[in-house]
């Protein structure tokens, strides 16, 4: 009776255990310093497309923003948490794409890096949070084969500061036509996409670090897509690349382009209205 009690338990523990070491991070990264006092918010994703808080598996994508927003009130001394991704190498990343715009107020993401165990991350922007609070189910790709999963309504950010990259930013998720037509008058852009293999494309061609660092210098926004079939180690070596340039120009200069990324969801309500992105 007590080994069939012991086992049940280490079933259980394992349940929550076996996804975070189970979980194959990207390399790179830099130390982040963290306190006594700074408040974590951390996501793990495994490559089958299941995602814990924690050591608590979530079952709909509004959970994020639920777990979220309750470590915040909970903790409201503490600030607003710092969010902190562990994602699988392997995962599709318009599945963690989509992840990402229901982390509600924040700017800022860790994409931890190297060691599971350890304080090493790869720091970029994050976008369109949602604030859609219907349920939608977290599938696995098994599941996801065989039901067709209805995608959530447009959100556009928090209101961010009053930089000019900001409003511009602002606009490009206003869902406005005129406006965004405007907005992309008054400065220089270029888009770039994320293809497989870690491969970067401009105009339909590969480009190299050169080639990168050349638009980077001379443009002041990059437009970020992505192919439908990458996965996110794709991702994040094209974002570890355009930080590690971007700061080689900070050196020489005082900033280089302000890169967006421009979401599946929002590449997808820009083809509704007839903007296309050069």
Request: hydrophobic share 40%; aromatic share 12%; net charge negative.
């Amino acid at each position: 009776m007590k080994f069939t009690f012991l086992l049940i338990m280490l079933l259980a523990l394992k349940g929550f255990t076996q996804p975070k070491n189970e979980i194959n991070l990207p390399n790179g990264g830099k130390d982040i310093e963290i306190n006594n006092l700074t408040s974590l918010y951390s996501l793990y994703i495994t490559k089958n497309q299941e995602v814990f808080n924690d050591d608590k598996k979530l079952e709909y994508f509004q959970d994020v923003n639920y777990t979220f927003l309750n470590q915040l009130n909970k903790n409201i001394s503490m600030g607003i948490p710092l969010v902190l991704i562990y994602a699988d190498i392997k995962t599709p990343f318009k599945f963690v794409s989509k992840i990402k715009q229901y982390i509600p107020n924040h700017r800022w993401l860790f994409y931890m890096t190297e060691n599971i165990e350890g304080l090493k991350a790869t720091a970029f922007r994050n976008y369109g949070s949602a604030k859609n609070f219907g349920l939608e189910e977290i599938l696995t790709m098994e599941e996801e084969n065989d039901l067709l999963v209805e995608g959530f309504p447009f959100a556009p950010p928090l209101p961010p500061p009053s930089m000019w990259y900001n409003d511009f930013e602002d606009i490009i998720y206003s869902g406005k036509k005129e406006d965004i037509n405007e907005v992309l008058k008054k400065h220089t852009h270029n888009t770039l996409k994320v293809s497989l293999n870690k491969t970067l494309t401009h105009k339909g061609k590969i480009i190299d670090s050169n080639n990168l660092k050349k638009i980077l210098e001379e443009t002041d926004v990059v437009f970020l897509k992505f192919d439908n079939d990458i996965l996110y180690e794709d991702y994040i070596h094209v974002v570890q690349e355009i930080n590690r340039i971007l700061k080689q120009i900070e050196k020489l200069k005082e900033s280089g382009a302000y890169v967006i990324e421009i979401s599946f969801q929002l590449e997808e309500l820009y083809m509704d209205l007839g903007i296309e992105l050069n």
